[in-house]
């Protein structure tokens, strides 16, 4: 029996008497104990395969460790394989060994190497296969990383057809699938459904990791709540086409499989060459969603976001897209950030339409040249003058793609990904990163801009969904999308590496790219176009179910909104925005005075607890209605935090509402008390009544606080004042007593 543990889970794995692996147990942690019970098939299931005749077991009625096709395991398997040969494979034990941190095997993207791994070699003696099972335990945040490996040993090539990084089947059958779901600039919606019985698949096509589904799952048991029960996250460190593939059997097993999409995808490997898949993640918590968030939550601050940026402060940038698009000059700019200095901001972003012949998006992607007309001067010259008024620098870049309209595609048009007709996306063409001599023109066009002007931030877009998907430096087109992921990261290596103090965040379109394998590089990526704060609170509500505050960018955008408009107070704008890593992205030339103060509070605000807010625990509490979102984040030491109470629409004379915390420290008092917070009224500003509520952690956490009437007719002391889309933050504070 071989036996993996975080702090408060185990994974078991028996090792049968004919080599195959079996799953015995992945859950809350128990004692070692080989006698632990196994399903006996002490007789011979009617109208089943036998492993073998001497044996009474069939693989289809055992869970396996990696399914595989052929031995009369009818479920979706973790690896197919074509040979000339067969297309069956039989991969039996033949070492193990456990041993601390990881050997250096992967090419892609991994979690960092403070971890306990369990490594499991098997072979197929009939095809001369070998496969390595990898288990990376992270025992502090209870995650345990999974890869596999496949060396080919034999003289022929064979070919891939499906090669999973991670293969879950579940002793228990009620379980309910959470997936999250959307669109650009509508991303994330959380869905829930009963694994009935069937195939069920989650994946993306579209060549990134996408935003019409995310690749983080979730089962839960049926009956599991936010606080309570069984719950299984999943993800991947990839940012390709993924499938997370959920089978309930008829014999009630659950198996949960996620790795790269077998959809398009096949790879040769020839005589002596390995193919190893990405890392998955999973983390089990008998405490519920909140349990396996929290888990995820500490295991990407920890041990997948670069160390050089990890628990450190982000800065609070201002982004000129929303306030200019296209249409800026040097003096815009310029005045722009000297009212974001003001404010307090601390980083001045340039993004889109600064280089080539860029003045809408026809024209310009991939030549990185600034356009001097329009900078008034070169690129060094305006991140002088922006350090001058005393911000930082960052620019916006979009090297995967190409114009037709640019000096990169009348040169090289070969370098486009595809074969005849091309379809567009945003009139621009994806280029073929499987090239070397792309990628190296990549590397060094992104390189010089960077070295020639202080720049310490960078925003790497990626606006469009692949289409025409060909390479001509690839024999094997079912490599492609697979080879044009692995060359991003050979990208991201080699400037990341290059310009180790530059702060990276991810954008694809907003969250068309939101992974893990992304953060190995950019410790910040910016989770949705739409900053609409009421769309705001549920898409980052859906992305803490997998990913912390810290990774995911958030800003406040003017009103009517660009993406919806929606009018909501700056305020309720703000107090979403501070759940993540705040930037404005407005005209704060065109602000109202009154609004421009409300701003430099915030940043004032959001500067002095920026630490809690960022990586402190984030919990989702208890809502009393469909119209209401509750969260917060409790700093690590307990003694200090704050709730959001977020509303959509308001009913006059409502009932009365209740803010029951969790996980405070039972013995600690806390004083809690409202944020200063105003509300612009017929053009004035308005102070909103004070809010002060305390009580011991165990009373708040068990009892609750309810806090004041809301509004009934009159602005009045003890009352609270929201408006449809209103917002309040509580700031906890608490000390011994
Ligand atoms: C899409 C991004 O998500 C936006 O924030 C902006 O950078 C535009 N691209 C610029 O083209």
Redo the contacts with the bound molecule.
């Keep these: 029996m071989l036996y993996l543990h975080t702090k408060n889970s185990s994974y078991i794995i028996n090792i049968k008497p004919y080599g195959k692996l079996e799953q015995v147990y992945y859950g809350k942690r128990i004692k070692e104990d080989d006698n632990i019970s196994l399903p006996s098939q002490s007789n011979d299931p009617p109208h089943s395969v036998l492993y073998q005749q001497d044996c009474f077991d069939t693989l289809e009625r055992i869970s396996q460790e990696y399914g595989e096709n052929g031995k009369g395991d009818f479920r979706e398997s973790g690896i197919f394989i074509f040979t000339d040969k067969s297309q069956t494979t039989d991969f039996c034990y033949k070492s193990h060994k456990f041993y601390s941190g990881k050997n250096p095997h992967q090419t892609m993207p991994t979690a960092d190497e403070n971890c306990e791994t369990l490594e499991i070699t098997l072979f197929d003696d009939h095809l001369n296969l070998e496969l390595v099972l990898y288990y990376h335990s992270y025992y502090d945040v209870d995650v345990i990383a999974r890869s596999a490996k496949l060396v080919n040993k034999s003289q022929q090539s064979v070919t891939i057809d499906r090669m999973m990084s991670l293969c879950l089947d579940l002793d228990d059958d009620d379980y309910n699938l959470i997936s999250f779901e959307g669109s650009w600039a509508n991303e994330m919606h959380k869905k829930e459904q009963p694994i009935t019985t069937g195939i069920y698949t989650i994946d993306s096509k579209v060549g990134t990791s996408s935003n019409r589904h995310n690749p983080c799952v979730i089962l839960k048991q049926s009956q599991a709540t936010e606080d309570f029960g069984n719950c299984y996250a999943f993800n991947l460190i990839y940012s390709g086409n993924h499938a997370e593939i959920i089978e309930r059997s008829p014999f009630n097993y659950i198996r949960f499989l996620t790795g790269i999409n077998p959809y398009g995808f096949n790879f040769d490997l020839v005589p002596q060459q390995e193919f190893h898949t990405p890392e998955a993640v999973m983390s089990f918590s008998h405490n519920g969603l909140n349990g396996t968030s929290k888990n995820m939550h500490n295991f990407i601050n920890n041990h997948i976001v670069p160390k050089e940026f990890a628990y450190k402060d982000r800065p609070i940038l201002i982004?000129n897209?929303?306030a200019t698009y296209f249409d800026f000059d040097k003096p815009t700019l310029l005045q722009l950030a000297k009212e974001a200095k003001d404010t307090g901001v601390e980083l001045f972003v340039l993004?889109?339409?600064w280089f080539g012949n860029r003045s809408s998006?026809k024209a310009g992607l991939g030549d990185w040249v600034e356009n001097k007309d329009k900078l008034c001067g070169t690129m060094k010259e305006l991140a002088e003058d922006i350090n001058n008024i005393g911000l930082s620098f960052g620019l916006?870049f979009?090297p995967e793609m190409v114009n037709q309209d640019s000096q990169l595609y009348k040169k090289n048009p070969h370098w486009v990904m595809a074969n005849g007709k091309m379809s567009a996306g945003r009139n621009q063409f994806i280029l073929d990163l499987c090239n070397s001599d792309v990628r190296d023109y990549i590397v060094d066009s992104v390189s010089t801009v960077l070295k020639n002007a202080n720049i310490e931030y960078v925003?790497w877009?990626m606006?469009r969904n692949f289409s025409d998907v060909f390479s001509a430096s690839v024999n094997n087109q079912g490599e492609v999308c697979h080879r044009y992921v692995m060359g991003l990261y050979d990208i991201y290596k080699r400037l990341t590496t290059q310009f180790p103090k530059v702060l990276f965040e991810g954008?694809?379109?907003?969250g068309n790219r939101f992974d893990l394998g992304i953060m190995c590089f950019m410790p910040q990526i910016?989770a949705s176009?739409d900053t609409d704060a009421v769309e705001r609170v549920r898409i980052q509500k859906s992305v803490s179910y997998g990913y912390p505050q810290s990774v995911c960018s958030a800003h406040v955008s003017a009103c009517p909104n660009h993406q919806t408009m929606r009018t909501t107070q700056i305020e309720a704008r703000f107090n979403i925005a501070a759940f993540g890593v705040l930037g404005y992205?407005l005209d704060l030339t065109k602000l109202p005075q009154i609004e421009k103060d409300i701003v430099k509070e915030q940043i004032a605000f959001y500067k002095e607890n920026r630490a809690t807010l960022l990586y402190g625990d984030m919990y989702r509490l208890q809502a009393s209605s469909e119209q209401r979102t509750v969260c917060a984040v409790v700093s690590k030491d307990l003694s200090t935090g704050f709730i959001g109470d977020f509303y959509t629409l308001q009913s006059p004379n409502p009932f009365k509402n209740k803010i029951i915390t969790k996980y405070l420290c039972d013995n600690k008092y806390y004083n809690i008390s409202a944020r200063k917070q105003y509300f612009i009224y017929e053009n004035e500003k308005v102070v909103l009544p004070t809010e002060n509520y305390c009580g011991f952690g165990d009373g708040l956490n068990y009892k609750g606080f309810v806090l004041n009437n809301q509004h009934i007719g009159k602005l009045a002391e003890n009352t609270r004042t929201l408006c449809d889309f209103g917002s309040r933050l509580y700031n906890l504070d608490g000390a011994e007593k």
Excluded: Q, R, V
């Design positions: 982004n897209w929303e993004d889109d339409g998006d916006w979009e925003k877009d606006n954008c694809s379109a907003g910016w176009d992205e």
